[in-house]
């Protein structure tokens, strides 16, 4: 079973930067992974991910320009670079991974995904 923690969460200024980290434990080998996020009161959002293990990411449409999502494969771990962060930003987010498929038809749908980490808050304040 993989568990995923996410952390690096924070309160940051309009404009400002912050990085995310996911690190994967409970199995070896590459996994898809991906990054949602949660505001209050709104459903859960696709951020970043890849539809094939080392693919080109794909950007949710409100953050393409200003996240970059990377790796480091010998930590199994997943970052997510943010940056010109705004106040609709602010959200718990969340990594996700598919522990089973080396593919996904629907990368940004949260359904693809049967692992989840807890969640780190990010807040934007101006």
């Known amino acids: 079973q993989v568990q995923l923690v996410e952390s690096g969460g924070g309160l940051v200024q309009v404009g400002g930067s912050l990085r995310l980290s996911c690190t994967a434990s409970g199995r070896t080998g590459s996994l898809l992974m991906a990054w949602f996020r949660q505001a209050p009161g709104k459903e859960r959002e696709f951020v970043a991910g890849?539809?094939?293990?080392?693919?080109?990411?794909i950007y949710g449409e409100s953050v393409k320009g200003r996240f970059t999502i990377s790796k480091d494969n010998a930590e199994n771990t997943r970052y997510l670079q943010m940056n010109s962060l705004n106040a609709e930003d602010t959200a718990v987010y969340f990594c996700?991974?598919?522990?089973?498929?080396?593919?996904?038809?629907?990368?940004?749908?949260?359904?693809?995904?049967?692992?989840w980490g807890q969640g780190t808050q990010v807040t934007v304040s101006s």
């Open positions: 890849t539809q094939w293990i080392n693919d080109r990411p």
């Open positions: 996700a991974a598919n522990s089973v498929r080396t593919y996904l038809e629907r990368p940004t749908e949260a359904r693809s995904y049967d692992a």
